[in-house]
């Protein structure tokens, strides 16, 4: 079992972060299954298109390109820490305790095995906003922040391939107590 500095350390280290990134736009087609329900001819329809199809405000679309997303890169953050060799675990719910996106079984600084919980907030914005995805009550010490910028005007895949060039940029930003 790894130590909770190598994880910290890990997550702090731009091979996470490129890795993330590279697994979200691997399976980013996947969120956007309703495209060929919502419109008569499929080829070229972007993101933009797709957020138009679903909401009228534009502040609307942005919310739910990101939600959408933010639920695969809580999953591929999961993957990716386990692809490392972490015990990397699904969202937990454990009565009166932290309420968390995911967590992770790591040995503390004697040795001993203790569980670090981590929330995750995405967004597009330019400043650190957006939307948490875990339970209200309990908050967590260890926050994984995702900020991207969006390439909207890209057909979205319709075949199951991956949507390579999904993210203009992105940022990912590790906080713990």
């Known amino acids: 079992m790894k130590t909770e500095p190598e994880l910290m ?22 969120p956007w299954f309703e495209v060929p329900l ?36 809580e999953a591929v953050a999961r993957k990716v820490l386990v692809d490392a060799g972490f015990e990397a675990k699904n969202k937990t719910h454990i ?13 503390d600084a004697s040795g001993s095995p203790t569980t670090v919980y981590f929330e995750m907030k995405t967004t597009q914005a330019e400043k650190w906003t957006g939307a948490t995805h875990s339970i209200a009550s ?11 910028m969006l390439n909207k005007d890209i057909p979205i895949p319709t075949n199951g391939k991956s949507f ?9 930003a590790v906080i713990s107590d």
Not at 59 to 67: C, E, G, K, N, P
Not at 95 to 107: I, R, S, Y
Not at 138 to 148: E, P, S, T
């Open 38 to 73: 919502l419109f008569d001819s499929v080829p070229d329809i972007t993101l933009s298109d797709y957020a138009a199809a679903i909401e009228d405000s534009p502040a609307q679309q942005s919310v739910f390109l990101t939600l959408r997303l933010a639920y695969l890169f």
């Open 95 to 107: 009565v009166n305790a932290e309420k968390n996106d995911f967590c992770v079984d790591v040995l």
């Open 9 to 30: 350390e890990f997550m702090r280290t731009p091979e996470f972060a490129r890795r993330l990134f590279a697994e979200v736009e691997e399976r980013a087609a996947q």
């Open 138 to 148: 309990g908050k967590v010490k260890n926050y994984v922040l995702i900020q991207y």
């Open 164 to 172: 390579r060039g999904i993210f203009k940029k992105g940022h990912v």
